[in-house]
């Protein structure tokens, strides 16, 4: 009698393949050894296919397997070497960065590629595994942002926030039409580069500035949880408009100039009533909503949350929503698709370089500008930066999820707590129906 063959299911369940731990080893084994084809080990549901082809690939090039079945980027030798490299410059008291080690790792890559090995780069991702790895590796302090961002990015800090603004939707039930959030963001000429680039981004755009370029530009967004992006107030270092950024105002993007080219509290007092103020009356009336009240999700920023500010909104029943001191990274809407969105427009940005006269590259620059905001502004790139963030639909759970439940032992103290009436720290919320010095709670 012909013996037939065991089943995916029964051999996975026996006491070798159990014992064999990994998965990829696992599917590895019954490939080899029991000859099953990539196509039934994937149907079994043993390991995808993909995986175990990558798996085969490692296994064959000598490599190790890693727990997702990708071949590790080094060797155990150049890890420690590596290793060694950053613990004897600590001993003379040279303590690398993250972002040191990140550019250390990506340049023994290099090596490797051009000795005609195939390799990819590292990030940021890669770097923490390292770290996490090799404790013994101390990095240099963090700046004052980044520490902050640690002490507040945890369910400590955000969970309160939350719960805050959970009890406020319950009782307002606002619509998204009228949820909004402004924020700005900044371009710059590089120094050193001479280049424009985004406001924390790591690709400058190739765009030769000259004197009659901007050195800063500051870009007020506002959109609203429904998909829709307001009329968007650009601020430029010019005493008066030159002709290209007259010419250049539309009903979607309007110039202004400012000595510096930054956004001060006296200047975004005035922006925001005088573009954004009446974009909010305009959408509530024209969805038939002329007593509702809006809602305004800000970060602390400067000039956000003046008595002034504050009592513009209230006249106009618009509710300010504050959120937590260094959080605005992770559930401010602007802060996620958009920006990210608009930046990459402009470090791909190449046009500048062939034009000569200073008025042409003032229009090259405006028109830079335009395609960074369209791309920023795309429907389903709004809707989707405010679900990222837990604000709308409510769920915080997309956000705690992958969050500590305290700061790390480092930034502990630098975590404030709650100050009423303001609560600064943990968000704030100013309802237009309630009394100037009370907070909503």
């Known amino acids: 009698m012909l013996k037939t063959k065991p089943s995916l299911t029964h051999v996975n369940a026996t006491s070798d393949i159990r014992s064999l731990g990994d998965p990829h080893i696992k599917a590895l084994y019954v490939h080899d050894i029991l000859e099953y084809s990539e196509r039934q080990i994937d149907e079994s549901g043993l390991l995808k296919r993909s995986s175990l082809q990558r798996a085969i690939k490692a296994r064959d090039n000598g490599r190790s397997i890693g727990k997702c079945g990708r ?23 040279k303590y690398p960065t993250k972002k040191y080690i990140t550019q250390t790792a990506n340049e023994m890559l290099q090596k490797k590629r051009n000795e005609g090995e195939e390799c990819k780069s590292v990030d940021k991702h890669w770097t923490e595994r390292f770290l996490q790895r090799h404790p013994e590796i101390v990095f240099a302090k963090p700046k004052a942002l980044p520490i902050g961002r ?30 909004f959030n402004i924020d700005e963001t900044s ?11 985004a406001s924390s981004s790591s690709s400058p755009s190739l765009i030769t500035p000259e004197t009659s370029l901007p050195t800063a530009t500051s870009i007020v967004f506002m959109c609203s949880a429904d998909g829709c992006r307001y009329l968007t107030p650009i601020v430029i270092p010019y005493k008066t408009l030159p002709d290209e950024y007259k010419l250049a105002t539309t009903s979607q993007e309007v110039f202004f100039p400012s000595t510096t080219g930054h956004v001060t509290s006296s200047s975004f007092f005035e922006l925001f009533r005088i573009c954004f103020l009446p974009e909010i009356i305009k959408k509530r009336i ?10 305004l999700v800000m970060d602390g920023g400067v000039g956000h949350f003046t008595e002034e500010m504050r009592r513009l909104c209230k006249d ?38 062939q034009t000569t006269t200073a008025s042409q590259k003032r229009e090259v620059f405006t028109t830079i500008l ?22 709308w639909p409510l ?18 103290n630098s975590v404030e707590p709650t100050k009423a009436p303001e609560g600064s720290n943990f968000g704030a919320i100013y309802k237009a129906s309630d009394s100037d010095s009370s907070l909503f709670a």
């Not at 980027?73 to 003379?92: C, G, S, T, V």
């Not at 371009?187 to 001479?194: G, I, V």
């Not at 024209?286 to 809602?295: C, L, N, Q, S, V």
């Not at 791309?375 to 989707?384: D, E, F, L, N, W």
């Open 71 to 93: 071949p590790t980027l080094f060797d155990e030798a150049e890890e420690l070497e590596m290793k060694q490299l950053f613990l004897d410059e600590i001993k003379i008291g």
């Open 150 to 179: 640690a002490a507040h990015s945890c369910r400590k800090v955000l969970i309160p926030f939350f719960d805050l603004f959970e009890s406020y939707l319950h009782e307002e039930k606002p619509i998204p039409q009228l949820l």
């Open 187 to 197: 371009t710059f000429f590089h120094k050193r580069k001479n280049d424009l680039v």
């Open 370 to 391: 335009r395609d960074g905001l369209a791309a920023a502004s795309y429907p389903s790139t709004i809707i989707s930066s405010w679900k990222v963030t837990g604000l």
């Open 395 to 412: 769920d915080k759970s997309v956000v705690l999820k992958h969050l500590p439940e305290n700061p790390p032992s480092w930034a502990e």
């Open 286 to 295: 024209a969805i038939g909503e002329k007593h509702r009240h809006a809602a």
């Open 316 to 353: 106009n029943l618009v509710d300010l929503i504050k959120l937590p001191s260094h959080t605005s990274h992770i559930i401010q809407p602007n802060d996620q698709f958009i920006f990210a969105n608009m930046k990459r427009v402009f470090a791909r940005a190449t046009e500048s370089g």
